[in-house]
């Protein structure tokens, strides 16, 4: 019988409600599945057909130890060349050279000069999850020492403007299995104005299901197909943030290819669909 692992991480398995719709869509589809933690060695991972990384989010403290337990997985979805180039936003700027408009983003800015034209700031280290370590700030001189203090610490970081339409339509989220439209969500804001980040990865997030227009959808096919050109593979799941810049012309604000939620329980088809991909997976 074909077995997968759903890989998640000891403090975070029960807080991922995928997990249950995604062990039940399997058990539907006659898979065997479990959850495993990423980091428990005593799992023979070797033993699984597929092991499908989920909810791993303590590996952003953790990374080259997560990195190098994704190279030893035999077969692992996403794969691990594709898990280290997503773990890091710079992966952002490759997509900007291959034609995706992305969110306005300042490099590891020091100077004033560096920042870009806006009204708040939001700042963020290239290597974080779940807004941990990210701020939005009103003043300059906050955004600059926010940024300075994460370089110091050894994290380049990455400054954008704040895109007000966050906090009014929100952002919203579009899940590919396969390369293939599944299904969308709205994130309200998480920000709040010149509040000091929080260092853990935030659990209680305002999602609702959404509609997303076909201007959307065909964004988020062509991002995705893009990073499958740059990485050489097409993901089984990938989930494109999206949110309308200053112009209203749509940009990336961050595109998971590593542990994103699929908010599973906002959609009545999701998780059946994470489960065909699944299955095209183990048919290669
Ligand atoms: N430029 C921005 N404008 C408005 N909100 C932002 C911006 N960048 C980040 N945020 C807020 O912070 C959250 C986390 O940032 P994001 O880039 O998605 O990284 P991650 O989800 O990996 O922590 C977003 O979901 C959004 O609420
Ligand atoms: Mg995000």
């Known amino acids: 019988m074909t077995r997968i692992a759903w890989a998640s991480a000891a403090p975070f398995d029960t807080a991922d409600p995928d997990l249950p719709l995604l062990l039940e869509a399997a058990r539907r589809a006659g898979l065997e599945s479990e959850v495993a933690h990423w980091d428990d060695t005593t799992v023979a991972w070797d033993a699984y057909d597929l092991v499908v990384v989920r909810s791993c989010w303590d590996y952003v403290p953790r990374r080259e130890e997560f990195l190098a337990w994704t190279r030893t997985v035999p077969r692992l979805a996403n794969n691990a060349s594709t898990i280290a180039w997503n773990t890091d936003k710079t992966y952002l700027r490759e997509l900007e050279n291959a034609g995706v408009p992305i969110v306005t983003t300042s490099w590891s800015a020091q100077e004033g000069s560096d920042l870009p034209e806006a009204r708040q700031w939001v700042v963020k280290p290239t290597i974080s999850a779940g807004s941990a370590d990210t701020a939005r700030w009103s003043e300059p001189a906050q955004a600059l020492a926010h940024g300075r203090r994460l370089l110091a610490a050894g994290r380049p970081t990455m400054t954008q403007p704040y895109i007000d ?86 940009r990336l604000m961050e595109l998971e290819l590593t542990e994103p939620s699929f908010f599973l329980e906002h959609t009545s088809t999701g998780a059946d669909a994470v489960v065909a991909a699944v299955l095209d997976e183990l048919q290669r």
Not at 171 to 191: D, I, N, Q, V
């Open 165 to 250: 339409a966050v906090d009014s339509e929100g952002e919203t989220g579009l899940l590919l299995f396969g390369g293939a439209y599944s299904h969308a969500f709205r994130k309200g804001a998480l920000l709040t104005t010149d509040d000091e980040p929080r260092s853990e990865p935030e659990l209680e997030e305002d999602i609702r299901a959404r509609t997303a227009s076909h201007e959307q959808v065909a964004f988020a096919e062509s991002v995705v197909a893009t990073a499958a050109r740059i990485t050489g593979n097409t993901p089984l799941y990938a989930r494109v943030d999206v949110v309308p810049g200053p112009d209203g012309e749509l």
